[in-house]
T-cell receptor
Framework: AQTVTQSQPEMSVQEAETVTLSCTYDTSESDYYLFWYKQPPSRQMILVIR??????QNATENRFSVNFQKAAKSFSLKISDSQLGDAAMYFCAYITSGTYKYIFGTGTRLKVLA | DAGVTQSPTHLIKTRGQHVTLRCSPISGHKSVSWYQQVLGQGPQFIFQ???????GRGNFPDRFSARQFPNYSSELNVNALLLGDSALYLC?????????????FGPGTRLLVL
């Protein structure tokens, strides 16, 4: 079965510190795309970062970076210099070649402490 | 440019009733996907439409149906509502619905079934 596991239901980080959110996934496909989405309390899901499975280089977007370990099927998100506005639910997701649906994890709630 | 819009924002129905949810994609996007997000869970794929044709369907009963209009907006219909249909319904759009594309999510419609 295609699954995404986010083993940390909730995480806390001090403002300006660094935090890493974990994600593992299970697929037998070799061609797929991975995503981290942020869902603030206002509910709208916002793309944080994406990674193509065929790329070995880890994606980076400003303060957000990923650690993509394809063999281990691991896709963690690192947030550097955490800000109060980073507080949200974070969802890990992937989509495989030939399908049209994202498979989402159950999310990690990130709290940022002032 | 306007993002994905959804209406209504909130809805309260009783068991057995029917509901119609609406979505307008980002201008230029031809594909719309629908997801159900039960409280505390990640979104679950319901449908994807592209150029008015259903491209994919998740594991949802036939009570769930959708359609896409010539202007690429979409409706999600749910018949014979059950308590378990209470959820946030998310619409996402992309240019062609391909798996390599990022999907952009709307703010959602919160449905409560009493």
């Amino acid at each position: 079965a295609q699954t995404v596991t986010q083993s940390q239901p909730e995480m806390s980080v001090q403002e300006a510190e660094t935090v890493t959110l974990s994600c593992t996934y299970d697929t037998s496909e070799s061609d797929y795309y991975l995503f981290w989405y942020k869902q603030p309390p206002s509910r709208q899901m916002i793309l944080v970062i994406r990674q193509e499975a065929y790329k070995q280089q880890n994606a980076t977007e400003n303060r957000f970076s990923v650690n993509f370990q394809k063999a281990a099927k691991s896709f963690s998100l690192k947030i550097s210099d955490s800000q109060l506005g980073d507080a949200a639910m974070y969802f890990c997701a992937y989509i495989t070649s030939g399908t049209y649906k994202y498979i989402f994890g159950t999310g990690t709630r990130l709290k940022v402490l002032a | 440019d306007a993002g994905v819009t959804q209406s209504p924002t909130h809805l309260i129905k009783t068991r057995g009733q029917h509901v119609t949810l609406r979505c307008s994609p980002i201008s230029g996007h031809k594909s719309v996907s629908w997801y159900q997000q039960v409280l505390g869970q990640g979104p679950q794929f319901i449908f994807q439409y592209y150029e008015k044709e259903e491209r994919g369907r998740g594991n949802f009963p036939d009570r769930f149906s959708a359609r896409q209009f010539p202007n690429y907006s979409s409706e999600l219909n749910v018949n014979a509502l059950l308590l378990g249909d209470s959820a946030l319904y998310l619409c996402a759009s992309s240019s062609f619905g391909g798996n390599q594309e990022t999907q952009y999510f709307g703010p959602g419609t919160r449905l409560l079934v009493l």
